[in-house]
């Protein structure tokens, strides 16, 4: 008989499998909560019961397990509770990293630590989906890594992508920092382009004053929007 794996019984299986294969050195496991075997996911005793071993067996040989896990739908806790299932699938690994949608930038991606017990907290980083042609193979995705991530606190990550209001606002920012990253612009062009791109006056106004970019009335009754320079 066929089955998939189940920690709750096969832990024996794999420690044999990793000390007969020393050249193994990543175990990868998605997502984790389908191979919990009888085990009730969201039961905190029962998952801390199957998951301390299997991190002691990586620990014992050197081998590092990538867990893959998915959010649950609740909008009303930390980040850290946002996974589905039993707090000890989160509380359980070394470290933890959320990948979300950057609330800010259209298209983009963010990688954000949630919890390192292995080092000193690292800072996130925003990347893109993106495709390239290979020969022999067509058109496949890869990753386009962007920099380091403005914001890398996954709690006011999640708040403004559940914030209609607030996401809004910092997409509109995210625009006007690109718009006026070259120097100053003519109100009317920057409204005009981001009225475009769906964004409304108030909304862009708002933004204007989140980000600190100054706005001045000059001769013929033009008013002129630019960013000031940042920290170095």
């Not at 990538?66 to 806790?77: E, T």
């Not at 070394?94 to 000193?120: C, H, T």
């Not at 058109?139 to 606190?153: C, D, H, Q, T, V």
Request: one cysteine or more; glycine letters at 10%.
């Amino acid at each position: 008989e066929e089955r998939e794996f189940a920690f709750d019984t096969d832990m024996k299986v794999l420690a044999q499998t990793l000390k007969e294969n020393p050249g193994i050195g990543l175990v990868i496991v998605d997502p984790i909560t389908s191979y919990l075997g009888r085990v009730d996911m969201n039961k905190e005793q029962e998952v801390r019961r199957v998951l301390t071993p299997l991190r002691d067996l990586c620990e014992e040989t050197g081998v590092t397990c990538i867990s893959v896990g998915h959010f649950n739908k609740r909008m009303d806790v930390a980040a850290v509770h946002k996974s589905a299932g039993a707090v000890a699938l989160v509380g359980v690994p070394r470290a933890l990293w959320f990948f979300v949608e950057d609330p800010e930038a259209e298209g983009q991606r963010l990688m954000i630590p949630g919890k390192s017990n292995l080092s000193e907290r690292a800072s996130g980083l925003s990347y893109r989906i993106s495709k390239k042609v290979i020969q022999g193979l067509g058109e496949l995705p890869f990753i386009m890594w962007l920099g380091k991530a403005k914001e890398s606190n996954a709690d006011r990550i999640f708040e403004t992508a559940n914030n209609p209001l607030e996401k809004g606002q910092a997409r509109a920012a995210h625009f006007l920092r690109e718009a006026l990253k070259d120097g100053e612009r003519q109100s009317e062009e920057v409204i005009a382009a981001g009225v475009q791109k769906g964004f409304s006056y108030k909304t862009l106004d708002r933004a204007r004053k989140a980000i600190g970019a100054k706005t001045e009335k000059r001769e013929g009754g033009r008013w002129w929007w630019w960013s000031p320079p940042g920290p170095e």
